[in-house]
Structures are given as C-alpha cells and as structure tokens.
C-alpha cells in the first residue's frame, strides 16, 4: 500500500502567558502573489503572501520564512517582514527588469513549502543577456557625442556597471572581442548601478592632485603604499610602471583601507586571483 507521506515541522507559538507546540502543515501552508502579471520595468510589483498554517489549520506565529526565485538574482525580493504575525503571515515585494516567468518559492524554519506562486514578467529586457556580459550602443557614426562610446558590465543584479575609461577596462579584460551591441531600447531598461573599478592586484593607482600611491583590494577599497620599499616589494623595481592616474571625478568610487607599511603586507597575484568577475568585485555574489 502507497502512502503519501507528509514532513512535518514543529513551531513554538509565543503568545502571551502560554507556549503552545505548533506542526507546520507544507501541503496547506500557502504562497500567493497578489498580482500574476507584471511589468518588468523595475518599478511595477507584487506583494507575495506566505501563510503558514498548522496541522489543525491553525496560524503559526513567529516562524522566519525566506522567499527565492525560481529566476535566482534576476528578480529582486524586497522583505516587508519575514517573520509570520499573528495570523501566521509574512510579507515580500518582487520586482523584475527582465521578461520571462518567475516561480517563488518559500521555506519556514528552513523547511520547504509546497505551495509556490507564479507570476509572468513582459515589456522588460529581451535582448539575450546574461551575467558578465559587455555592452554598448552601436556607433552613430559622430564623433561628437558620447554614449555609444561607453562599455558596460552587465551584472548579477541585473544593472550595468560602466568602466569609466579603457585603463580600468583593461585590468579586467585583454581587448574588446567579447563587447556586444544592444539596440538603444533594450539599454535603456537597464538601470546603471556605478562605475566599473580597478580590478585588485593588477595596477597601482595615485589620484591627479594626491601624491599618494595606493594599492587596489576589493570591492575598491584602497590602501596607501606608504613607502617605495613597499611598492618594489610588492610590484618590484620597475613599480612605477604598474601606476595609473585617476581623475578625481571618480573618487567617490572608492574607499579606503588600511595602508601598506612593508612589501609582504600585500601580495598583487593572491588579490589579482581572489577576484575573478566585476559581480564578485561588488558583493554581488
């Protein structure tokens, strides 16, 4: 004899002067999306309900639920609050830049529901994307305007990131082979979400009016070499070469660390290998 087999999870409810022992139902427990069909402009959204429900159809308080889409970091999920109320909710906003169809699932207490919710994304970015690719305008062919000469990273999150200039753009790559044309429509559905920065390890970099000389780590947290001892330590006799002057425009971009006293406090090839994409480099992976 075949019988359907239920996991069961048990909750304490906290309620005022008694603790009651709660078994969280997955098969009665439920996801639902307010909306199930979107815009994907990054603007239009949903409320996504998690209600959880006991073995007696009762609520469950106080329990954490997280929700994940079936579309990864494509779709963002906006957290109204996670942890059920009184009558055993949790509430999520979801956003989209990107068409397609997205299935969002949860878990309570780190236990799966069977429920899940369904919602159809259109008018957002169809062009064939994906994370780590390079982009750019077509040339208009004048010499006089710009935007069709800049390159951006597509990321994880789902914005562009842009390389400021070609010395920073040529830390991360060795030429523009891998850089895709996108029709002016489809960029302009992506949002920006900064500048691209020196990729850690590969170059020194000292700012136009600052006569210090930092070194690159990631996330574009610079460290001031303090001495050149330090620098033919870590870059060797010929380290001035490995210095690019950045314009103080894009100083915001950066932070700063602790500054480097001795050659063996930073080792250019173990940083250059510990950040191997722009979406690393950013925290968003």
């Given at each position: 004899m075949k019988r359907l087999l239920t996991v069961l999870a048990t909750f304490s409810l906290i309620l005022p002067g008694a603790?009651?022992?709660?078994?969280?139902?997955?098969?009665?427990?439920?996801?639902?999306?307010?909306?199930?069909?979107?815009?994907?402009?990054?603007?239009?959204?949903?409320?996504?309900?998690?209600?959880?429900?006991?073995?007696?159809?009762?609520?469950?308080?106080?329990?954490?639920?997280?929700?994940?889409?079936s579309r990864g970091s494509i779709d963002e999920i906006r957290i109204e609050h996670s942890t059920t109320d009184m009558f055993g909710k949790a509430y999520f906003r979801v956003f989209s830049l990107k068409d397609g169809t997205s299935v969002f699932s949860a878990t309570a207490n780190g236990i799966p529901l069977t429920s899940t919710a369904t919602i159809a994304w259109s008018g957002g970015l169809s062009f064939p994307l994906v994370t780590g690719d390079l982009i750019k305008l077509a040339d208009d062919g004048d010499l006089s305007t710009q935007p069709d000469t800049a390159v951006y990273y597509y990321a994880k999150n789902g914005k562009r990131y842009v390389f400021p200039n070609d010395k920073c753009?040529?830390?991360?790559?060795?030429?523009?082979?891998?850089?895709?044309?996108?029709?002016?429509?489809?960029?302009?559905?992506?949002?920006?979400?900064?500048?691209?920065?020196?990729?850690?390890?590969?170059?020194?970099?000292?700012?136009?009016?600052?006569v210090k000389t930092y070194a690159v780590s990631r996330g574009g947290t610079l460290r001031w070499v303090k001495t050149e001892e330090a620098a033919r330590g870590m870059y060797g006799l010929e380290w001035n070469t490995k210095v690019d002057d950045i314009n103080e425009a894009f100083y915001v971009n950066y932070t700063f660390g602790w500054p480097i006293e001795y050659g063996f406090d930073y080792a250019p090839d173990v940083v250059r290998n510990s950040v191997n994409s722009i979406d690393y480099d950013k925290g968003l992976e």
């Amino acid at each position: 004899m075949k019988r359907l087999l239920t996991v069961l999870a048990t909750f304490s409810l906290i309620l005022p002067g008694a603790v009651y022992a709660a078994t969280l139902d997955q098969n009665t427990s439920k996801v639902a999306a307010e909306k199930t069909a979107l815009n994907a402009d990054g603007i239009d959204n949903a409320r996504v309900v998690v209600a959880l429900k006991d073995t007696n159809l009762g609520s469950i308080v106080g329990a954490t639920v997280t929700l994940t889409s079936s579309r990864g970091s494509i779709d963002e999920i906006r957290i109204e609050h996670s942890t059920t109320d009184m009558f055993g909710k949790a509430y999520f906003r979801v956003f989209s830049l990107k068409d397609g169809t997205s299935v969002f699932s949860a878990t309570a207490n780190g236990i799966p529901l069977t429920s899940t919710a369904t919602i159809a994304w259109s008018g957002g970015l169809s062009f064939p994307l994906v994370t780590g690719d390079l982009i750019k305008l077509a040339d208009d062919g004048d010499l006089s305007t710009q935007p069709d000469t800049a390159v951006y990273y597509y990321a994880k999150n789902g914005k562009r990131y842009v390389f400021p200039n070609d010395k920073c753009f040529f830390t991360w790559y060795p030429d523009f082979s891998k850089v895709q044309i996108i029709p002016g429509d489809q960029m302009s559905l992506i949002p920006i979400g900064g500048n691209v920065t020196y990729h850690p390890g590969v170059k020194m970099v000292k700012f136009q009016t600052d006569v210090k000389t930092y070194a690159v780590s990631r996330g574009g947290t610079l460290r001031w070499v303090k001495t050149e001892e330090a620098a033919r330590g870590m870059y060797g006799l010929e380290w001035n070469t490995k210095v690019d002057d950045i314009n103080e425009a894009f100083y915001v971009n950066y932070t700063f660390g602790w500054p480097i006293e001795y050659g063996f406090d930073y080792a250019p090839d173990v940083v250059r290998n510990s950040v191997n994409s722009i979406d690393y480099d950013k925290g968003l992976e």
